[in-house]
């Protein structure tokens, strides 16, 4: 009866250590996946954040390239504590788990909060900051992002295009005679922005708050989904972390 109680424990921890390695391969995948979803937040869509009042979406991302690495750190982690059943470095492996679940959990919150709060947060800033900002100097990257929001998304001013006579720039001598920025122009060409009809610029197409709204939440949508859904697939990586950790402890005694 003992030799079969020690084949049956050993046969358990075995398939285990082979459950937790699997698993260890499809968590280094993800930690890639939400790596490169922070990332791609940073580098490719951030051109907006200059136009965001608030840090919270700049500040998902970051959550998001951390736990990934993080993450991918901890898989390798566990690979090497799985196979040399070294009981310190799977408490080691829980604890980073643990953490990476809170991060993403941040990240995923946060996300969400932000998504409730955006559609107030752009009302009240961004037509403000069009006004204030746009061709003002030390806000070169506030102008750059106006004119690639108002050319990529087809749109002239925050709510339509006679937001830009409140303008500084506008009703300043810079402005060249201009009533709305070259980029507001269909056809961008130097000084397009003279004439505002409808023939020329976006201007029955509406402005640029909602279309940046639809695009933000968008995006945060998909980092509060990377962050819970990677955090709820991690709730079983400690499961099999307990049972591993457990089952060599009774070997060891």
């Not at 996300?111 to 409730?116: D, E, G, L, T």
Request: with cysteine; hydrophobic share 40%; charged share 15%.
């Amino acid at each position: 009866m003992g030799e079969f109680n020690e084949k049956k424990t050993t046969c358990g921890t075995v398939c285990l250590k082979y459950l937790l390695f699997t698993y260890n391969c499809c968590f280094w995948l993800a930690g890639l996946a939400v790596m490169a979803v922070g990332i791609w937040t940073l580098a490719l869509k951030s051109d907006y954040i200059s136009l965001l009042a608030s840090g919270t979406y700049l500040a998902t991302a970051y959550i998001l390239v951390v736990a990934g690495a993080v993450v991918m750190v901890t898989g390798v982690l566990g690979c090497c504590a799985t196979f040399k059943e070294r009981r310190n470095l799977l408490r080691l492996y829980f604890i980073l788990l643990l953490l990476i679940f809170l991060l993403e959990i941040i990240a995923g919150v946060l996300a969400y909060v932000y998504y409730q709060q955006l559609n107030t947060e752009l009302k009240e800033n961004l037509k403000d900051t069009m006004a204030k900002r746009y061709h003002q100097p030390g806000h070169e990257a506030v102008t750059s992002a106006v004119d690639q929001l108002q050319q990529e998304f087809h749109c002239c001013g925050s709510n339509n295009s006679q937001d830009w006579r409140d303008s500084e720039w506008i009703r300043s001598g810079e402005a060249g005679g201009r009533v709305v920025p070259d980029s507001c122009c269909k056809t961008v060409v130097a000084g397009c922005g003279q004439r505002d009809h409808a023939s020329n610029i976006y201007k029955v197409e509406g402005g640029c708050i909602t279309k940046l709204e639809t695009f933000i939440q968008e995006h945060l949508r998909v980092i509060g989904a990377v962050g819970t859904g990677i955090a709820c697939v991690q709730v079983f990586g400690m499961i099999f972390t307990c049972c591993l950790y457990r089952s060599l402890k009774l070997e060891h005694y």
